[in-house]
């Protein structure tokens, strides 16, 4: 029955629009630039499935899919939300069955929506379901002791009502040929601790296999549904460290192991591959709401001035704190549902539905089953699992799922990328991009990455320059570039293009040096370099090298050369061993950097005075 199944259900398909969530799009002013985008259609009771006066049932959208597909493969979304005791860890989404009510769930819920779903005539559909958000991560950490548990959440870890409601909804809907199930995952800023993330695989993977599933029911995962997770900060990284203090070490990070959504999204897939599930699992990423665009969104990186400094000036995800969930002010429309955008990653996808509460600021008296969740207060304080920080919650919002106008309105404003228009008469460029820098370096090819550029109507991609001539352009921040020589440098420059064709001005050039070719036999420890200006006034400026160990074999020790073309002088340098003899600079690694495991980096930096132009020298990087 997988042979119906193809492995990435979004390649080359349509996606199935849901009308009422249009209308309600459509109907707010500026609202018709998304209400084409498809979202997913919650089955969130028992009575969705039927459907009711003025609301669409489960068939009435599959109908509608079948229309809209013409004939086309289609994907149609739906999210599976009605477990016993469902949001063990919060009150704003309760619902309608009680914790011990797992043979409602199976009889009354899924077992009629495994019905519909198998009519034949909704076969040519590609139904992707996302399985049960927030309720096995809340098991991880919100149950069994921890300062963060909840009652409600002890009691389903307890019981196993959610364990086995996940995997009896995965074994009856994967038993429709055409259904491709996948398991919510959380997010980053939940799940992205090394004291989470296994665990996390292995209860899916328990869960996966229980109540009669095997891992074949499963196709994916889905991440920061319904949250508010940047897809990428484009203005540090996991890896970088600020006077040798490493951003985990942030009070933003607080050790986590990841900074973003596509960072912890294919990391998950690995170690979910590693833990039995299947080598063609995907991802998706939940995009609806996590854009961070607007004015407060930061131009470049923070100052180096300490770790917090950095990451705090550079970071777009504008929270208090990682873990506020619920109708986050600032926020705003992130990534357009897209297919394929990234490695290990099936589609960006709109699961929650941009302007649909997550849930009332106040008690608000309704027959939902849903309660009361001083998260969604604005005036709230904060508890253990927000690091007891403001809640950040807009103000006056109606129950969840409910239509919130003035969040779809922020989300609008605040969208990233912009909502371009057709950007007709518009001659703003945009600005250039900033951050440029290296992420991988071999003998042969050198990737590049750099931070978002912005413009008024929007970046729709960016030309990268090697030497001054135009090698290739892409719509991400990052770029790829092969078929280089061995210990050789190159000057990379990077420029956005808007919407109405204007393009920007080069970013400040790069230079990267290849590593030299393998000596074969035993392993080489070759090394790369790369040089980046961090601010320069004029008479002097400061700037950061990278010492990437680009061989298969650790290094011991390290050294960076290189000759000045004017009259530059170093005139502190930390993290490194300096001599300066006229225009020739030799910097030897410090006594605890030189060690280097393959693919590792350390990084010196440097102050230095001039006078006259400041070209970004040649660097030469030797491994011992
Ligand atoms: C609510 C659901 C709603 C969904 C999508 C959830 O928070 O509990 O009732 O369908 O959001 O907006």
């Not at 729709?460 to 990052?478: A, H």
Request: hydrophobic share 35%.
């Amino acid at each position: 029955m997988d042979a119906a199944r193809v492995d990435n259900p979004y390649a080359g398909a349509g996606v199935y629009v849901n009308p009422e969530w249009s209308a309600h799009a459509a109907a707010e002013p500026g609202g018709s630039a998304v209400a084409g985008q498809p979202t997913a259609v919650w089955l969130d009771r028992i009575a969705a499935i039927q459907g009711g006066p003025g609301a669409m049932g489960l068939r009435a959208h599959l109908d509608a899919a079948v229309t809209q597909a013409a004939g086309r493969p289609f994907v149609v979304q739906l999210v599976i939300y009605d477990l016993p005791g469902r949001d063990c860890a919060a009150l704003a989404s309760n619902g309608e069955l009680g914790p011990t009510e797992l043979g409602r769930y199976k009889s009354e819920f899924i077992d009629p929506i495994a019905a519909a779903l198998a009519d034949p005539a909704y076969a040519g559909l590609r139904i992707v379901n996302t399985i049960e958000i927030d309720s096995l991560p809340n098991l991880v950490t919100n149950a069994g002791g921890t300062a963060t548990a909840t009652p409600q959440c002890d009691t389903m870890k307890a019981n196993g009502n959610y364990v086995n409601g996940v995997g009896y909804a995965l074994a009856k809907l994967g038993a429709v040929p055409n259904v491709y199930n996948y398991i919510d995952a959380g997010h980053h800023g939940w799940l992205g601790w090394d004291s989470n993330l296994d665990p996390s695989v292995q209860l899916l993977h328990q869960a996966a296999t229980s109540s009669g599933s095997t891992v074949a029911n499963v196709q994916g995962f889905v991440v920061n549904t319904a949250n508010y997770s940047a897809l990428k900060e484009p203005n540090f990284t996991i890896d970088d460290s600020v006077n040798g203090t490493s951003v985990r070490q942030s009070k933003w990070v607080d050790w986590n192991r990841y900074v973003d959504e596509l960072s912890y999204a294919q990391a998950f897939r690995q170690r979910a591959v590693a833990a039995g599930f299947d080598a063609g699992v995907g991802m998706l990423i939940d995009t609806s709401r996590n854009g961070w665009g607007g004015s407060a969104r930061p131009a470049g990186p923070g100052a180096r001035t300490s770790v917090d400094s950095y990451v705090d000036g550079g970071r777009i995800d504008r929270r208090f704190q990682s873990g506020n969930w619920c109708n986050q002010s600032g926020a705003g429309l992130g990534e357009r549902p897209a297919a394929a955008p990234q490695p290990g990653v099936d589609a960006y996808v709109w699961v929650k539905p941009p302007g649909e509460s997550d849930g009332a600021s106040s008690q608000i008296a309704n027959d939902e089953g849903k309660g009361f969740d001083r998260m969604c207060d604005p005036t709230y304080t904060g508890n253990a699992r927000n690091g007891n920080q403001m809640s950040g919650a807009l103000p006056n919002s109606p129950l969840a799922g409910h239509w919130f106008s003035a969040q779809f309105q922020e989300l609008l404003r605040n969208a990233y990328p912009p909502l371009g228009g057709s950007g007709g008469g518009d001659t703003t460029a945009p600005t250039a991009p900033t951050a440029l820098r290296s992420t991988a370096v071999t003998s042969s090819g050198v990737s590049l990455a750099w931070a978002a550029a912005t413009d008024n109507v929007g970046v729709t991609g960016y030309d990268v320059y090697r030497g001054g001539v135009q090698i290739g352009s892409t719509t991400g921040t990052s770029y790829a570039d092969s078929g280089l020589t061995a210990s050789t440098a190159y000057s990379y420059a990077v420029r956005a293009r808007d919407a109405a064709g204007n393009a920007s001005a080069l970013s400040t050039a790069l230079v990267v040096s290849t590593s030299a070719g393998s000596g074969g036999g035993g392993g080489n420890a070759g090394c790369a370099a790369t040089y980046t200006v961090s601010s320069d006034w004029g008479a002097g400026f400061n700037a950061d090298v990278t010492v990437t160990n680009t061989g298969s074999a650790a290094t011991t020790s390290w050294k960076v050369t290189w000759t000045w073309a004017g009259n530059q002088q170093v005139t502190n340098l930390w993290n490194g061993g300096l001599t300066q003899a006229g225009r020739a600079v030799t910097v030897v690694n410090a006594g605890y950097n030189g060690a280097l495991a393959p693919g590792g980096t350390a990084g010196f930096g440097f102050g230095a005075s001039y006078s006259g132009a400041n070209p970004a020298p040649t660097l030469t990087c030797t491994a011992g």
